[in-house]
């Protein structure tokens, strides 16, 4: 198994739809990442999960819902979704300690290619 | 504020020639971490280095070197005798490793290089 795989790769949704994004890690990481990259801003910082407990929202619309069952899996619940919303949505993982170095470099699924319509 | 800063949108280079990526950052944290990350057309962030803030020693794996130098707040990266294999968008990132450690990266707007036959 590759480090980080997320599925689907490729989505497309109806504004009313209710899909999932899955992301799964095989690396014993501590943390994990939801990233959007759209055509027009740069990689944007969704949620960080901490040892499973959530600790960043980066002031994300409600209709996206992060949900961290254990520290290996990441999952991004989409609803009522708008066209902008179409992009690419990366997950990621790293591991965090106490000592240094204090962070490790994060480690990247693929990506889901999302195409809102 | 946390801020990085790619100012070179694209660049294109002819193969064998050398070429520089440059990357600036802001922070207030006095332990912080600098990675670069490639992206081929397929999507996935490729990890290339990690830099820690205390350690300002340069560093260079093959045809790829990296210049850290805080005076200016710089993290730039060369590619020696470049290859079309080269050709992808290159990402610099920040992490802050203070007392809120989370793991997250503050990304630059990325280079969009291209290396022609």
């Known amino acids: 198994e590759t480090g980080v795989t997320q599925t689907p790769r490729h989505l497309v949704m109806g504004m009313t739809n209710k899909k999932s994004l899955k992301c799964e890690q095989h690396l014993g990481h501590n943390a994990m990442y939801w990233y959007k990259q759209s055509a027009k801003k740069p990689l944007e910082l969704m949620f960080v999960y901490n040892f499973k407990e959530q600790t960043e929202n980066n002031s994300v619309p409600s209709r996206f819902s992060p949900e961290c069952p254990n520290s290996s899996h990441l999952f991004l619940h989409l609803h009522t979704l708008q066209p902008e919303d179409s992009a690419l949505y990366l997950c990621?993982?790293?591991?965090?300690?106490?000592?240094?170095?204090?962070?490790?470099?994060?480690?990247f699924g693929q990506g889901t290619r999302l195409t809102v319509v | 504020a946390q801020k990085v800063t790619q100012a070179q949108t694209e660049i294109s280079v002819v193969e064998k020639e050398d070429v520089t990526l440059d990357c600036v950052y802001e922070t207030r944290d006095t332990t912080y971490y600098l990675f670069w990350y490639k992206q081929p057309p397929s999507g996935e962030l490729v990890f290339l280095i990690r830099?820690?803030?205390?350690?300002?020693q340069n560093e260079i794996s093959g045809r790829y070197s990296w210049n850290f130098q805080k005076s200016t707040s710089s993290f730039n990266f060369t590619i020696t005798a470049s290859q079309v294999v080269d050709s992808a968008v290159y990402f610099c990132a920040l992490s802050e490793a203070g007392s809120s450690n989370t793991g997250k990266l503050i990304f630059g707007q990325g280079t969009t290089l291209q290396v022609k036959p």
């Open positions: 990621a993982s790293s591991q965090l300690g106490w000592d240094l170095p204090r962070v490790t470099e994060a480690f």
């Open positions: 830099r820690n803030s205390f350690d300002e």
